[in-house]
């Protein structure tokens, strides 16, 4: 059993005060508990808040270079100890080792990239109309919560608590209960790093913990990525005195044009939908296809999709690992069903797995034609390996059915004009556009965040000029002779 050791508050490891706690099973074999966590309480959340609102000064104090030499040291030690984490990671969530060194190297080129916005902070000089001086500065929030999904429980919280960190706050930290053990090698990077105990809090758990930390008036930001439905909650929750940063589902569409080159449309589509098992907020889940290219292209899609070797992330060979959890198996499997009920035609996986991977949940990825775009399949994030083909006779009609959803994080193209490529990324409805490439996968210095249901807008994530806004407060200072 992987060494979860709780919650961290004011300084201390310790359980829930209730003694709740979760186990965590791998999800390549159930059979096997890989952790058992705090399932914590309100009073553990409004515990925690208050230890880091009491305990946040004085690293909100610090000189920008101390604040980001301890995230840089934290970034240190994380690319030490890269290989074990990510093993742990692929036992804890599921990917497969290939896709968890990913996310274990990327981390800590996150917090660097925040170290150095720790440097960047500054305000503003302004010629007042009479004598005197007036200026800006910027401040910290004070509490900032941070509620981080299972699917990158590394990548996506470095990229809420490095910022928050770098521009003197305090931070909770509440990630998935899916993912305890992530959430906690972070905490203990940044706290060897040289982040006070009093800066800092993790709050293992679920929807009880995380609703008390919304809630609390003494947090002065939320930050957040999950589904819709989460996000709209902690919005009505939070109220107008809390900054909500609200990233949120998506219904990723690509568009293959009559010119496009089919070969590389399908390596497209195939590692933008059956990466990480489907499991990403920016994954392929519709295809719309010219109807002069559309038989041509699904073959080559189902070669694809029948060549992904299914199995645990740690075995030589495989690159399609187990979906996170048992819900998302079964949630997957009644997306099937439901597909086939609005008429859908599966064109694959369905076929039987073998014995072997009935102890983990594992699903075949998925594809369908014949789908209507108003259908469930079409609409609804299925957050799974499950795509979904549309036939277009025009680059118009391709447009519309892309934008006929109520999520516009990332949208993609395949295409040889240049011409429809930029017309594409004027029309479509996303905050994210890709030309040619997967709609997955976003560089490290650009801003990322999606519009409609995708994404609150009021803050963009990861990169741009309104990043670290979010968690700083501007104040504006008049001085007379």
């Known amino acids: 059993m992987n060494p979860v050791k709780g919650n961290f508050i004011a300084g201390e490891w310790a359980g829930s005060a209730s003694g709740r706690t979760a186990e965590r099973r791998n999800p390549a074999d159930e059979r096997e508990v890989v952790g058992e966590a705090p399932d914590s309480t309100a009073d ?108 990158f429980p590394l990548n996506i919280a470095a990229r809420k608590l490095g910022p928050a960190l770098a521009a003197g706050n305090g931070v909770v930290f509440k990630p998935s209960e899916v993912t305890p053990l992530m959430g906690q090698r972070l905490v203990e990077a ?21 609703a008390a930390l919304v809630d609390d008036e003494r947090v002065g930001a939320v930050t957040f990525t999950g589904s819709y439905l989460v996000g709209s909650a902690i919005h009505r929750a939070a109220g107008p005195a ?19 080159d089919l070969d590389q449309a399908a390596d497209i589509i195939d590692r933008g939908a059956f990466g990480l098992s489907g499991q ?11 109807d002069a290219v559309h038989e041509e292209l699904l073959k080559r899609l189902l070669e694809r999709a029948r060549r992904r070797r ?45 014995d072997a991977l009935a102890v983990g949940y594992f699903a075949r990825p998925a594809i369908f034609t014949d789908v209507e775009s108003s259908s469930r399949l079409a609409q609804q994030e299925v957050f799974g390996p499950v795509l979904s083909m549309h036939r277009a006779s025009s680059f ?13 994080l990332s949208a993609g193209i395949v295409t040889g004009s240049l011409e429809r490529a930029l017309r594409f990324a004027r029309e479509v409805e996303a905050g994210v556009v890709k030309v040619n490439q997967p709609t997955t996968g976003v560089a490290i210095n650009a801003p990322f965040g999606g519009i409609k249901h995708s994404s609150s807008q009021t803050y963009k994530e990861q990169a741009g000029d309104t990043m670290m806004k979010f968690y700083t407060i501007d104040k504006t ?3 007379g002779t």
């Not at 515990?47 to 970034?75: F, H, K, T």
């Not at 118009?396 to 516009?408: D, F, L, P, R, T």
């Open 396 to 408: 118009e009609e391709a447009v519309e059915i892309a934008n006929h959803s109520e999520y516009g």
């Open 242 to 260: 809390k900054r909500c940063q609200l990233e949120m589902g998506g219904k990723n569409a690509v568009v293959v044009l009559d010119d496009a």
């Open 280 to 290: 990403a907020c920016t994954g392929t889940s519709r295809v719309i296809v010219h």
């Open 477 to 479: 200072v008049y001085i």
């Open 310 to 354: 299914l199995g645990n992330g740690l075995d030589d060979g495989v690159d399609f690992g187990p979906l996170a959890t048992r819900g998302q198996l079964e949630k997957v499997h009644r997306y099937l069903e439901k597909a086939i009920a609005d008429g859908g035609r599966l064109q694959s996986g369905d076929e039987p797995l073998p």
């Open 44 to 151: 553990d959340a409004r515990a925690a808040v208050g230890a880091v609102s009491d305990g946040y000064r004085e690293w909100a104090r610090r000189s920008p270079e101390a604040r980001a030499r301890a995230l840089e040291q934290a970034a240190d030690i994380m690319e030490r100890g890269a290989d074990q984490l990510a093993v742990e990671l692929v036992r804890e969530e599921g990917k497969t080792l290939s896709e968890a060194r990913m996310e274990a190297t990327r981390t800590p080129a996150n917090l660097r990239f925040y170290a150095g916005e720790a440097l960047r902070l500054a305000g503003q000089t302004f010629q007042p109309a009479g004598e005197g001086l007036v200026f800006s500065s910027r401040e910290p929030v004070g509490v900032v919560v941070a509620i981080t999904p299972w699917n």
């Open 190 to 210: 940044l706290l060897e790093g040289g982040v006070p105990a009093g800066a800092l809090a993790l709050v293992q758990g679920g929807a009880e913990a995380g």
